[in-house]
């Protein structure tokens, strides 16, 4: 069982340090918390400023307006939620002029791995954080790869309520990094930098 959503979390750092983000009430919805937050982007530090990033399952978007508000140059946002791209899109408009304006911050009302499959460019670092139980990361980590969605040496942040195997990873992926805090385990995968050998 996954905790309760709180009512509104906050950005850990950067421009929009201690600003406080709506969270709705909705199933599934269970933002990344504070602790997990500051140390993914503690991680994310040396290649945050300036990052091409995407927040696939955005939520209330605490992941999507964390990368933002520490230097992100372009942040897209994908949700399918309707009322959480609404909260979304209203955050968006009033700190845009605070941080990276209208063309840094895209947001989507979408089903993720529907978008993936007809997303064009590529980005440095995605967030991957989708519902528990749907076994969502695996297709969407293999969509990143066959499309080439992601730069040679990329980073991939996974959330889920397991350990993160091979088998959810593309060939030659590396997971860097990894944590765990209650029911949430969390990893920093990072795509390699020139395409796997032949077999």
Not at 47 to 56: P, Q, R, S, T
Not at 90 to 113: F, N, T
Not at 126 to 149: I, K, M, T
């Amino acid at each position: 069982m996954t905790p309760a959503a709180p009512g509104r979390v906050r950005v850990i750092g950067g421009r929009w340090r201690g600003r406080r983000l709506p969270v709705p009430d909705l199933p599934g919805l269970r933002p990344t918390p504070d602790r997990v937050r500051e140390t993914l982007f503690n991680w994310l530090a040396p290649v945050i400023e300036g990052a091409v990033c995407l927040d696939l399952f955005a939520g209330s978007g605490a992941l999507g307006f964390e990368a933002a508000s520490r230097g992100a140059g372009r942040v897209v946002m994908v949700e399918e939620n309707e009322r959480a791209v609404a909260g979304i899109r209203a955050l968006a408009a009033e700190w845009g002029a605070a941080g990276l304006g209208a063309a840094g911050l895209e947001v989507h009302r979408a089903e993720a791995l529907a978008w993936l499959r007809r997303a064009s460019g590529s980005f440095d670092i995605v967030f991957l954080d989708p519902p528990f139980q749907r076994g969502l990361l695996a297709p969407a980590c293999a969509l990143l790869e066959s499309r080439g969605l992601l730069v040679p040496g990329g980073h991939v942040y996974l959330e889920s309520e397991a350990a993160v195997d091979e088998a959810t990873l593309p060939a030659g992926w590396e997971v860097v990094r990894s944590g765990k805090a209650g029911e949430v385990r969390y990893h920093l995968a990072r795509r390699p930098t020139a395409p796997p050998a032949p077999a």
